[in-house]
């Protein structure tokens, strides 16, 4: 948990990164994965020290975000490959659900996974633009709702707990949430197809 004093710079780190990813996260692809590896460090170190030791827990969030950043920053064709497996693994869900019960057999998961890790290696750049541009538009959210006093997202700043908001399951009186992100999310993966994502001649 980071001490309220802290919101302000998390809510304005989450609004920048946010906004960086979703607009311009393929051409900035390295940047945008050292700030999520950051955030995501520093969040999970500072967890693990008590909020009465406020130096302690700071220290702690800068060691876990520069490890959390280098650490993604390094393996990012894993974590491509990664979410293609996951997209693959979803389809095998998802279509499995529509023409039978109970759950997928493990071997059309892991056909469907391998299948989508090696075509989100193939199509990586699609991959990128589309997952930063929706990770990005949800971050940006995530930090402008804490700016402008949101209760909800200033606990998502302040505390080690960064999944208290969902896009999918938004809490009462948000149900604008979900439309907002994936409005937010085709502008930005729009606006990376279109000029900040363009391959360079």
Known sequence: ????????PAALLLLVGGALACFAGYRLFRIVLGIY????????ASSMVGAAHAVGMIVAAVIGGVAGAIVLVFAYFVGIALIGAGIGALVAHAGWTQFGTGDPPWLLIVLLAVVGAVGAMLLQRYV???????????????GALALTGDQTAARATSTANVWILYPMAPAPGQRWL????????????????GVTGKKRN
């Open 1 to 8: 948990m980071m001490p309220q004093s802290y919101e302000l």
């Open 37 to 44: 590896g950051f955030i995501a460090g520093a969040m999970f």
């Open 128 to 142: 990128i633009i589309v997952g930063t541009a929706f990770g990005g538009a949800w971050t940006l959210i995530i």
């Open 178 to 193: 979900p439309f907002a992100w994936i409005a937010l999310g085709l502008v930005g993966a729009a606006v990376q197809l």
